[in-house]
């Protein structure tokens, strides 16, 4: 099973971008998903998940109300939708599933729980 990140790009403070990312194997609609990132010199950190049953989200503070993360179970993929970006958004963000005991409401927003990871897609804010 891989993760396929895409979407990342140079993007206007203010403005918006969508990140997208595919998994290939059959049991994606079991995975708990998530987004972190890591910006230059800092830790990488957690941004948003969704729990198997979509409609239990989290967010970190710092995008609260500003991104958007949702999952077509269909497709295979995740998505984190990013409005009012600012240039300390900018970092490479990746995806990460966690494949195994990821109940329906789960919520898991420490990267130690997810066991499959993306290689990861930048995104750079300018101001």
């Known amino acids: 099973v891989q993760l396929q990140a895409s979407g990342g790009g140079l993007v206007q403070a203010g403005g918006s971008a969508r990140l997208s990312c595919t998994a290939s194997?059959?049991?994606?609609?079991?995975?708990?998903l998530a987004w972190f990132r890591q910006a230059p010199e800092k830790e990488r950190e957690f941004v948003a998940t969704i729990a198997r049953g979509p409609r239990f989200t989290e967010y970190a503070d710092s995008v609260r109300g500003r991104f958007t993360i949702s999952r077509d179970n269909a497709k295979n993929e995740v998505y984190l939708q990013m409005t009012s970006l600012k240039p300390e958004d900018t970092a490479v963000y990746y995806c990460?599933?966690?494949?195994?005991?990821?109940?329906?409401?789960?919520?898991?927003?420490?990267?130690?729980?997810?066991?499959?990871w993306g290689h990861g897609t930048q995104v750079t804010v300018s101001s």
């Open positions: 194997g059959r049991t994606f609609s079991n995975y708990a």
């Open positions: 990460a599933a966690k494949q195994k005991g990821a109940i329906l409401s789960g919520i898991y927003t420490h990267e130690d729980y997810y066991d499959l």
